[in-house]
């Protein structure tokens, strides 16, 4: 019965690690998620389940972007994925300083991150749409590359403004929202203030982010990756 079972699930499997969900179980998980995200925001886990529940509107409108773009059409059609097993490391960090590939590698170096920490997709039910969800989520410490923002709470809320902006995903707008209140007065101060002004702005003025082919830039200039997604100079945290 075991066996019979096991082959019946991966029947309805849409891709490998697929678990199919009814509307109801896809709202009980989105809730229960959101509870244990905002009672700890570095529950990835938690964080994924949220994002995944909860994106079925936002996800189509990324890949409709992707689609219509052209190298965001070609990122749909070949997949690349960024992993320790995809990244020549120590080409990376032979890159100029300023470079996309040194300050990315500078960057999950110096706040001890790695790609490979980010989880494969579960509970959405389009194959096209899992790898939408799963590049938004490895391109994340690019974000933090480019808006030169770091991991802590201050640094993960400003990122999550300019990521609710440019994605529409509830799960960003979400973090956005309720992130803050884990922040000190002085930190909620810049934030308001200078940061998350910055985040919207940038966010409404930037192309779609998933519509860059990163592993082909990585010798570009941060600089100038900047100007060309349309993301406005980050200003420096004074807190």
Known sequence: EEEEEEEEERRYQLYPGHIPTSPLQKALLAAGSAVMALCDPYRHDMVAVLGETTGCLALPNLRDKMKHHPEG?????????IRLSTLDMARLRGLPDGSLGRE???FLENN?????????PKFVDDEELAYVIQRYREVHDLMHTLLGMPTNMLGEVVVKWFE???T??????LGAA???VRLSARKLQVLATELVP????SGRNASCILNVYYEQRWEQPVESLREEIGIFPPPAIRV
């Open 198 to 201: 910055w985040a919207i702005r």
């Open 112 to 120: 001890k991150v790695s790609p490979d920490t980010r989880m494969p």
């Open 73 to 81: 059409h070609r990122i749909l059609q070949e997949r690349p994925r």
């Open 168 to 173: 529409g995903l509830p799960m960003c707008v």
């Open 104 to 106: 990315y590698v500078r």
């Open 178 to 180: 309720f992130g803050p």
């Open 164 to 166: 609710a902006i440019q």
